[in-house]
Every structure is written in C-alpha cells, then in structure tokens.
C-alpha cells in the first residue's frame, strides 16, 4: 500500500505519535486508580519501560496498541510497504525478547492489545486484579495457574 503522504508530512505525523500518555494508557491509569492500586508507570529503569509496574507484586502490565504491535499481523503484513512492515517485525521481536527476560528475572508479564482494552476495561481490571490477588484467572475454558513454571 503506497503512503500518500509526502515524506515530511510522514515525518511531521510520525513525531506526533506519543510514546507515553496516551489515551489508552490513560483509560487503564484510570480504572487502576479507581482500584486504589499502588503503582508506577511508564518506569524506564526497568527493561521495556513498563507502562504500568506493581513493584510489591512483581507484576508488569504493557499495553500494546493493535497497530504497532501487529495484533495478527500476519493477515495484513502484506498490505504495508518494506519500511512499515520491518518496523512492525522488530517491535513483534523486541516485545518478546522484553517480555522473556523480565519473566527469568521474576517478572510476572501481562499484556494487553488496544482492541481488548477499548472493548472490555472491566476484564482487563478483573485479569490484574487476579494478579494482584495471586490467583488463578479463568480464560475461556482453561484455568490458568499463577505459580511459575520454569524451563
């Protein structure tokens, strides 16, 4: 898919994207709020910069907008040229990679798409708050456990 832009319209877009602070993560800063929950966000002395941290738990909470991220990307890699679609690649890789190491270092690591969040706050809040309160949480039909499994 060609950009009809021009590459400074591109550019002048691109650096409008906000890192931090936007509205998704203000929606769950929110909810989390009205939890009365003790955490810390967007934390960049912690590997991948968290956006939200609840140090006493050990508990990372990122949220990953649908687009950046390649929420099933691969059903429409092929509409982005080369530059989009590697950037989106090396995003997919990095979050691994982050979500890897913070788990080895005795992170637990959640994640949750932008479609999820905007759909259905309350279940996101629901999912932490089983975190936080060191149970299971049920998805769907399997019951995941919360205790650690090594590899």
């Known amino acids: 898919m060609p950009d009809n832009l021009t590459p400074d319209q591109r550019r002048k877009a691109m650096k409008a994207v906000k890192g931090s602070d936007t ?21 960049a002395n912690v590997i991948g910069k968290p956006d939200f941290l609840f140090r006493d738990a050990k508990l990372i909470v990122f949220v990953h907008g649908d687009f950046w991220h390649g929420w099933r990307f691969p059903a429409w890699s092929a509409k982005l040229t080369l530059y989009w679609k590697e950037k989106i690649q090396r995003n997919r890789r990095r979050d691994r990679l982050y979500r890897q190491r913070l788990r080895r270092l005795g992170w637990k ?30 998805h769907g039909n399997q019951i995941q456990s919360r205790v650690r499994r090594r590899r």
Do not use: C, P, Q
């Not at 929606?27 to 709020?33: G, P």
């Not at 999912?127 to 149970?135: F, I, N």
């Open 23 to 43: 509205s998704l993560e203000l929606t769950i800063d929110a909810a989390f709020k009205g939890m009365g929950w003790a955490y810390e966000r967007n934390v």
């Open 109 to 138: 690591v959640l994640s949750f798409w932008e479609h999820r969040v905007r759909s259905d706050l309350a279940a996101v809040v629901a999912e932490v708050a089983s975190w936080l309160d060191g149970r299971s949480v049920n």
